[in-house]
């Protein structure tokens, strides 16, 4: 039966996945399959202790699926993004779209 | 009239602004609007006095401004006074003008010359006409700003920049001590009207060391404008200008200014306690009168001789004021302004004539140029004190004055009398007798273009006011002769100051002086009893001492621009090291932080959310610590 600590543990090696992929990939889609990890992360956490803190309440449950929501939204402008910069850099590794870098 | 006096100054300003805005355009390029607008202010001057003779007075007040309780009034007054003076520089300024275009002529920058000189006309007569400190330091500062605008009209010349900065510059000198004893004034009588101010100081609101002070602060204004030591080192160089510049400003009228002030705030003088304004008044003149006269005694410079002369006789008119001769004073300043600005004339129409200013390279003009020759002839007597020319009057009145008063002062005016004879002797013979010697072969003026070579006698438009003030300096002494009642005296003179009864015995002194100087003069220079170069090597000491001017120049070059140079170098130094060295580290040390911040600022937004999440951690694990 797990508990409460093994959510919290699997939300936590989730976020961390999610973040060394922001921080160490070049590649603008991986950056942003990142994001998704650590937001998903964050919603194993708001339904763990929806379900063991405050079995009564909906506002975790519902929290998540706003996160849910915004993340969908996310990607969308996050990949429409990253054609747009295709097209105009030829190019979706990080380090090479720095024109705005002085 | 004399209630719309003040449109006098009037006409030459309009002149000025006319000949600036259309300049070339105009008739006579500019001379003749300059010439229409003084001949106007001067015929109105004329009738003025003519008013004020009889018995007409105006003074137009108006309230400025008020300071506090203090209200500033301007305003023009018309009393026997100024009305003289009204007259004076209109006579003389006309004829000047005048003589100008034949003197300018073919000069490049002609119209603005004759603006200049309107300019300069127009504040003349509005310090004249000031019945307030407020106008009169106004009109001073204008007339040495036009003092310095046509001393170095001819600014392409270094010698000429130098002479109009140097001239500038040394008479700041004296306006900023007026200026100090002008607040001084102002201060303890809260007013700059010339007869509130007297009057709330005969009721004692100003007094003691500190009226003195005042008055002596006023006067050094004098003292700079006028030419006395110890700042007369600026009018032999004024000679730079061109000649009719130097016989309008430099010898008639503005240099007369300082005189002018002192008879205008006499009672200033007059209430020190013991006269100790008037003493200094009366010392500075008088050792101005001799000193400048030595000075001309070794010059060969045919303007510079006349500058000295001029130095000197302003000495004599302060000595006069100074020795409670207010009407003798006055009257030598009226004389003295025709009689100097004819001999300046004369100089410029010899000068037109040979190309040079050295008199050791002139000589024999009076064959040549004889209507020149004769005017300064006569000019020359005057100025030398031999009856019944105009000087001979006006100084037997300063120095009978003197006598009366202190001897010490007399004896220094009667030594200047014998040196002013010896140097208007030597430049004379020097000048007009004997035979030409050739001029300077290597002078080309600018003027001098065009004409035939060798000498030869000026134009008509430059000898005819010759002529004019000719008459002038011949007839115009006995405007104060004894024997007519002296209609100047009863005219010009300060309730208080009684004029001295005539002298007989000084009068025949006087002459026997003047006659003296003559004499020593034909001895060295005619007759070579004594020849120059003998009394050279006799006394070389005496010769460098005076040709270098008594060391003066030299002394300010060292003090001012050595020890001042040295001064401001300094400063120059700790501005450029320690002022700018604090501001450019400020910069220095916020350009290093800067560079060593921008290699946080990667650009690369991996190390932005890696610092991001760091900085999380650390806000996590401090909450948890504590």
């Known amino acids: 039966m797990p508990g409460l600590t093994h959510y919290l543990v699997v939300s936590a090696l989730l976020f961390a996945l999610g973040l060394f992929a922001v921080v160490t990939r070049r590649n603008t889609v991986a950056i942003l399959m990142g994001v998704e990890l650590m937001l998903n992360a964050a919603n194993i956490n708001l339904v763990a202790f929806n379900k063991y803190v405050a079995p009564g309440a909906m506002q975790g449950q519902i929290f998540a699926l706003i996160v849910i929501t915004l993340a969908a939204c996310e990607a969308a402008v996050g990949l429409a993004l990253v054609l747009a910069a295709y097209r105009t850099l030829e190019t979706v590794y990080v380090d090479e779209i720095n024109v705005m870098k002085w | ?626």
């Not at chain 2, 300049?23 to 008013?51: C, K, N, Q, T």
């Open chain 2, 1 to 626: 009239m004399t209630q719309a006096a003040w449109i006098i100054p009037l006409l030459p300003l309009a002149a000025f602004a006319l000949i600036t805005a259309a300049g070339p355009r105009l008739p006579g390029r500019g001379a003749y609007v300059s010439i229409a607008g003084i001949v106007l202010a001067g015929i109105g001057g004329l009738v003025v006095l003519g008013e004020v003779i009889g018995g007409a007075h105006a003074d137009v007040t108006y309230t400025w401004a008020v300071l506090g309780a203090k209200p500033i009034t301007v305003g023009f007054v018309v009393d026997p006074l100024s009305a003289i003076m009204l007259a004076m520089v209109g006579v003389v300024a006309s004829l000047i003008t005048i003589y100008s275009v034949g003197y300018m002529a073919g000069d490049p920058h002609y119209p603005r010359f004759f603006a200049y000189l309107s300019l300069f006309q127009f504040s003349m007569l509005f310090l004249v006409l000031a019945d307030n400190f407020l106008f009169i330091y106004a009109g001073w500062e204008l007339v040495g700003l036009c003092s310095y605008l046509l001393i170095g009209f001819w600014f392409e010349r270094p010698a000429a920049a130098r002479a109009a900065l140097k001239a500038f510059i040394t008479t700041r000198v004296g306006d900023f001590s007026m200026m100090i004893g002008i607040l001084i004034i102002f201060l303890y009588t809260g007013s700059l009207r010339f007869d509130e101010a007297f009057r709330s100081i005969q009721g004692g609101a100003l007094a003691g060391p500190l009226l003195t002070a005042a008055a002596v602060l006023v006067f050094g204004g004098a003292i700079g404008k006028s030419a006395q030591v110890p700042l007369h080192v600026w009018l032999p160089d004024a000679m730079e200008g061109p000649t009719p510049v130097s016989a309008l400003i430099h010898a008639a009228t503005m240099v007369a200014a300082g005189v002018y002030l002192v008879a205008r705030t006499y009672p200033l003088f007059l209430l020190s306690p013991n006269h100790a304004a008037l003493t200094i008044v009366a010392y500075i003149g008088g050792i101005t009168a001799l000193v400048a006269a030595t000075m001309g005694v070794v010059e060969d410079d045919i303007k510079r001789v006349l500058a000295y002369s001029t130095i000197s006789q302003l000495g004599y008119m302060m000595l006069g004021l100074g020795v409670l001769g207010y009407t003798a004073g006055m009257f030598h300043l009226i004389t003295h302004a025709f009689f100097k600005a004819l001999l300046f004339l004369g100089a410029g129409s010899v000068i037109h004539g040979v190309a040079t200013n050295n008199i050791k390279q002139m000589g024999g003009l009076a064959q040549v140029m004889p209507w020149t020759a004769w005017t300064f002839i006569a000019a020359t007597l005057a100025l030398t004190g031999i009856p019944p020319f105009a000087g001979f009057f006006s100084k037997d009145q300063v120095l009978a004055a003197a006598f009366a008063h202190d001897r010490v002062l007399w004896a220094l005016g009667a030594a200047g009398a014998f040196l002013t004879s010896l140097y208007m002797g030597r430049l004379i013979w020097y000048t007009f007798a004997g035979t030409y010697r050739g001029g300077d072969p290597g002078a080309a003026r600018a003027h001098g273009a065009g004409h035939a070579p060798g000498p030869h006698e000026s134009p008509a438009v430059m000898v005819v006011p010759l002529a004019i003030l000719a008459v002038f300096a011949v007839f115009l002494g006995w405007a104060g002769a004894e024997s007519l009642g002296n209609p100047f005296g009863r005219f010009i003179h300060f309730a208080g100051v009684e004029p001295v009864p005539p002298n007989f015995g000084l009068l025949v002194v006087s002459i026997a002086i003047a006659v003296a100087g003559w004499a020593a003069a034909a001895a060295i220079y005619v007759w070579r009893i004594v020849p120059s170069e003998s009394l050279r090597r006799a006394m070389p000491w005496a010769y460098t001492l005076l040709v270098r001017r008594y060391f003066v120049d030299d002394l300010y070059a060292w003090v001012f621009i050595g020890l001042g140079g040295l001064v401001v170098r300094l400063a120059g130094l700790f501005d450029r090291y320690v002022v700018d060295g604090l501001v450019n580290l400020v910069g220095w040390l916020a350009r290093q932080v800067g560079l060593g911040l921008r290699y946080i600022q990667t650009g690369r937004e991996e190390t932005y959310l890696l610092l991001v999440f760091l900085g999380v951690v650390v806000i996590v694990v401090a909450r948890l610590v504590w």
